[in-house]
């Protein structure tokens, strides 16, 4: 899925991977799984999420765990528009709890102080999100 997106059809030679936009493509990424460990606590989250469903159907009814889902919806759609100042979800995080939890990635994972930081393109970003362009809004750099 994630390939259609980084390829741009032609009229000669069928379809090309645009290299200059979107890097080389990575050959381990689609080998190589995610880590065990990573798996094993997706998991974990995922029965947690559906034992904390379960305890809000038993508490506030059947109707809360939709609407609060709906609320989910909309605000996991909420973001700026592609650029300097990058999206922080701070309404996505109220609703899901993980506003409390404070983790590594919070701190050390700042891609802005990487060395491989390239700064974003915002036309193409608004282009992609207004389907003009083809291609990831923010592409990766393998």
């Given at each position: ?8 059809p032609?009229q ?42 379960q ?47 404070f ?40």
């Amino acid at each position: 899925m994630e390939e259609e997106s980084k390829t741009i059809p032609h009229q000669i030679g069928g379809v090309h991977t645009d290299v200059l936009r979107f890097g080389l493509p990575g050959v381990k990424s689609d080998i190589v799984g995610a880590h065990p460990l990573e798996s094993s606590l997706q998991s974990v989250r995922g029965v947690e999420e559906a034992m904390k469903r379960q305890c809000k159907v038993n508490l506030y009814g059947a109707a809360f765990p939709p609407k609060e889902e709906l609320d989910r919806q909309i605000l996991s759609r909420f973001q700026r528009p592609p650029g300097v100042i990058p999206s922080s979800m701070l309404g996505l995080e109220t609703v899901t709890g993980t506003l409390d939890h404070f983790g590594f990635e919070d701190y050390l994972n700042d891609s802005r102080e990487s060395e491989t930081f390239r700064p974003l393109d915002m036309h193409h970003g608004m282009e992609v999100r207004l389907g003009l362009s083809k291609g990831p809004v923010y592409p990766s750099i393998i």
